[in-house]
Protein backbone atom coordinates (compact mmCIF):
# COMPACT_ATOMS: atom_id res chain seq x y z
CA UNK A 1 0.00 0.00 0.00
CA UNK A 2 1.22 3.83 -1.15
CA UNK A 3 0.66 6.30 1.65
CA UNK A 4 0.64 9.61 0.10
CA UNK A 5 0.65 14.07 1.06
CA UNK A 6 -1.23 15.84 -1.22
CA UNK A 7 -1.83 19.03 0.07
CA UNK A 8 -2.91 21.58 -3.09
CA UNK A 9 -0.53 24.16 -3.25
CA UNK A 10 1.31 24.25 -0.05
CA UNK A 11 4.35 21.53 0.63
CA UNK A 12 3.70 17.96 0.67
CA UNK A 13 5.22 16.39 3.96
CA UNK A 14 5.64 13.18 5.78
CA UNK A 15 6.07 13.16 9.28
CA UNK A 16 7.08 10.04 11.16
CA UNK A 17 7.15 10.22 15.03
CA UNK A 18 9.74 7.90 16.60
CA UNK A 19 8.23 5.98 20.19
CA UNK A 20 11.59 7.43 21.89
CA UNK A 21 14.63 9.66 21.06
CA UNK A 22 17.03 8.15 18.78
CA UNK A 23 20.61 8.90 17.44
CA UNK A 24 19.30 8.94 13.47
CA UNK A 25 22.36 7.78 11.26
CA UNK A 26 20.49 7.40 7.92
CA UNK A 27 16.91 7.13 6.19
CA UNK A 28 16.20 5.53 3.38
CA UNK A 29 12.98 6.09 0.92
CA UNK A 30 11.92 3.65 -0.93
CA UNK A 31 8.88 4.31 -3.78
CA UNK A 32 8.96 2.11 -7.31
CA UNK A 33 12.43 0.37 -7.43
CA UNK A 34 14.16 3.89 -6.73
CA UNK A 35 15.85 4.66 -3.42
CA UNK A 36 17.10 7.64 -1.69
CA UNK A 37 19.12 8.13 1.06
CA UNK A 38 19.93 10.60 4.11
CA UNK A 39 23.02 10.15 6.24
CA UNK A 40 22.95 12.41 9.46
CA UNK A 41 25.69 14.10 11.13
CA UNK A 42 25.64 15.63 14.53
CA UNK A 43 23.29 18.73 13.39
CA UNK A 44 21.89 18.08 9.88
CA UNK A 45 20.49 15.04 7.54
CA UNK A 46 21.00 16.93 4.59
CA UNK A 47 23.70 14.81 2.45
CA UNK A 48 21.44 13.03 -0.12
CA UNK A 49 22.39 10.11 -2.74
CA UNK A 50 20.24 8.33 -5.54
CA UNK A 51 17.70 9.71 -7.69
CA UNK A 52 15.76 12.81 -7.99
CA UNK A 53 17.51 13.70 -4.07
CA UNK A 54 16.83 17.68 -5.17
CA UNK A 55 13.44 17.28 -5.18
CA UNK A 56 13.28 15.85 -1.16
CA UNK A 57 14.28 17.53 2.53
CA UNK A 58 14.87 15.83 5.58
CA UNK A 59 15.10 16.66 8.90
CA UNK A 60 15.17 14.87 12.37
CA UNK A 61 14.55 16.84 15.31
CA UNK A 62 12.75 16.52 19.13
CA UNK A 63 9.47 17.20 18.98
CA UNK A 64 8.30 21.04 20.08
CA UNK A 65 8.84 21.78 23.82
CA UNK A 66 11.35 18.82 23.69
CA UNK A 67 15.07 18.38 24.76
CA UNK A 68 17.66 15.90 23.49
CA UNK A 69 18.73 13.85 26.39
CA UNK A 70 21.22 11.16 24.44
CA UNK A 71 24.66 12.81 24.36
CA UNK A 72 25.72 13.82 21.00
CA UNK A 73 27.51 11.93 18.22
CA UNK A 74 29.28 13.39 15.19
CA UNK A 75 27.87 10.46 12.98
CA UNK A 76 24.15 10.51 14.12
CA UNK A 77 21.25 13.22 14.91
CA UNK A 78 19.34 13.09 17.99
CA UNK A 79 16.12 13.17 17.62
CA UNK A 80 12.14 11.68 17.87
CA UNK A 81 10.54 13.18 14.19
CA UNK A 82 11.53 12.84 11.40
CA UNK A 83 9.70 15.11 8.39
CA UNK A 84 10.82 14.06 4.70
CA UNK A 85 9.22 17.20 2.71
CA UNK A 86 9.05 17.47 -1.19
CA UNK A 87 10.58 20.48 -2.28
CA UNK A 88 10.59 20.96 -5.68
CA UNK A 89 7.68 20.65 -7.60
CA UNK A 90 8.78 21.57 -11.16
CA UNK A 91 10.66 18.70 -11.88
CA UNK A 92 7.70 16.55 -11.11
CA UNK A 93 5.07 17.50 -13.61
CA UNK A 94 3.17 14.71 -13.28
CA UNK A 95 2.18 14.97 -9.52
CA UNK A 96 3.52 18.33 -8.68
CA UNK A 97 1.46 18.61 -5.34
CA UNK A 98 2.05 14.99 -4.41
CA UNK A 99 4.82 13.03 -2.15
CA UNK A 100 4.03 8.97 -2.38
CA UNK A 101 6.37 6.69 -0.75
CA UNK A 102 6.58 2.92 -0.39
CA UNK A 103 8.64 2.32 2.61
CA UNK A 104 11.04 4.83 4.63
CA UNK A 105 14.10 2.97 6.88
CA UNK A 106 15.10 4.74 9.92
CA UNK A 107 18.55 3.42 10.93
CA UNK A 108 19.64 4.59 14.15
CA UNK A 109 21.24 4.05 17.49
CA UNK A 110 19.20 4.15 20.90
CA UNK A 111 20.74 4.99 23.87
CA UNK A 112 20.99 2.12 26.93
CA UNK A 113 19.94 3.44 30.73
CA UNK A 114 23.54 2.95 32.06
CA UNK A 115 26.15 5.67 33.10
CA UNK A 116 28.13 4.24 29.59
CA UNK A 117 25.71 5.69 27.30
CA UNK A 118 26.19 2.50 25.22
CA UNK A 119 24.94 2.38 22.06
CA UNK A 120 22.81 -0.12 20.04
CA UNK A 121 22.14 -0.42 16.54
CA UNK A 122 18.74 -1.50 15.03
CA UNK A 123 16.46 -0.49 11.87
CA UNK A 124 13.14 0.77 11.98
CA UNK A 125 11.14 -0.54 9.02
CA UNK A 126 8.33 1.50 8.14
CA UNK A 127 5.79 -0.10 5.82
CA UNK A 128 3.36 2.43 4.29
Known amino acids: MDTHSDTGVVKSWLKLTL ?3 H ?3 KVEMRYEGSS ?5 TQQYCSHCEGYFCNL ?6 MRLGESSTLPAASDCKNGNTVILEKIDRFLNLINPYT ?4 ELLVFGKRGKDDL ?3 F ?3 PYYILL
Do not use: H, Q
Request: charged share 35%; glycine share 4%; net charge negative.
Open 56 to 61: YSLTVS
Open 23 to 25: CVE
Open 36 to 40: RYWTC
Open 19 to 21: GEE
Open 99 to 102: LTVK
Open 120 to 122: EKY
Open 116 to 118: RFE
